[in-house]
C-alpha cells in the first residue's frame, strides 16, 4: 500500500544545534502529523498540519519546533537549537480527511540522538 | 479531556491460546477508536477501526467491540500466532489521534 518516507532513519547531533526531520507523505493526503515517542514509553501527538498552517499543536511543541511543507515538497520538522530531551523516536502520520475516523499511514521513524 | 489506557504493558502466551487486550477510553465526545499494531521497526499500522452503525471489524483474525456503555474497545484473537508479537495501540480519534501506552505482545511457541 502507499507509504509514508522518513529520512533520515537515525541521526545523530549535539545538542545546541538545529536537526531537520523529513517526511515524504501519501501523495493524495492533505493532513500531516508529528508525534514523538520517548524510548519505552508511549507516542504523543506534537502537532498537525493542512493548507499549509498548523492546525494544532500540544504543550510538548516546544517554540523550538517549527513545521512547514514548502510547495508541496518534504512536510519537516525543524528543532533549533536542540536540546536532551528532545532524543526520541519522531514518527510523521499522514491522512487523506481530518476527520476522527481517519486512517492515518505512519513513516518507519527518524530515531532522534541529542549529544 | 481525551485520554486512552491500557493496562496492560506486556501480556505473554502461548502459541494457538486466545488473545485479549485491554482498552478503555474517556471523551466528551463519541470517538472513533482504533487498534494500530507496531512490529520492531517497522511503522505503526491500522489494525482495525471502529463503525459508526456498532458493526464489529474484524481483520487478520482479530476483531474488536466498541462498547459505549462500558468505554472499552477491547482486541480479541480466538487462536494466538508467533507473528502477532508485536506492540499493539489503542487510539482515540477526535480531531486527532491519542494513544494509549501501547501493550507489547508477545507469543510463545
Known amino acids: 500500500g502507499p507509504k509514508v518516507l522518513q529520512i533520515p532513519s537515525h541521526q545523530i547531533i549535539d545538542m545546541g544545534q538545529m536537526v531537520t526531520l523529513n517526511c515524504d507523505p501519501v501523495?493524495?493526503?492533505?493532513?500531516f502529523y508529528w508525534y514523538k515517542q520517548i524510548l519505552g514509553q508511549q507516542m504523543e501527538f506534537l502537532v498537525n498540519f493542512y493548507n499549509g498552517k498548523v492546525m494544532e499543536k500540544s504543550k510538548l511543541f516546544k517554540d523550538q519546533f517549527s513545521v512547514e511543507r514548502p510547495d508541496g515538497s518534504y512536510f519537516t520538522l525543524k528543532i533549533q537549537p536542540t536540546a536532551l530531551e528532545d532524543s526520541a523516536v519522531y514518527f510523521c502520520a499522514s491522512s487523506l480527511e481530518g476527520q476522527g475516523n481517519s486512517d492515518y499511514t505512519f513513516g518507519s521513524g527518524t530515531r532522534l540522538l541529542v549529544i | 479531556g481525551d485520554s486512552v489506557t491500557q493496562t496492560e504493558g506486556l501480556v505473554t502466551l502461548t502459541e494457538g491460546l486466545p488473545v485479549m487486550l485491554n482498552c478503555t477510553y474517556q471523551s466528551t465526545y463519541s470517538p472513533f477508536l482504533f487498534w494500530y499494531v507496531q512490529h520492531l521497526n517497522e511503522a505503526p499500522k491500522l489494525l482495525l477501526k471502529s463503525f459508526t452503525d456498532n458493526k464489529r471489524p474484524e481483520h487478520q483474525g482479530f476483531h474488536a467491540t466498541l462498547h459505549k456503555s462500558s468505554s472499552s474497545f477491547h482486541l480479541q484473537k480466538s487462536s494466538a500466532q508467533l507473528s502477532d508479537s508485536a506492540l499493539y495501540y489503542c487510539?482515540?480519534?477526535?480531531?486527532?489521534?491519542?494513544f494509549g501506552d501501547g501493550t507489547q505482545l508477545v507469543v510463545k511457541p
Open positions: 487510539a482515540l480519534g477526535n480531531n486527532r489521534i491519542f
Open positions: 501523495s493524495n493526503h492533505l493532513y
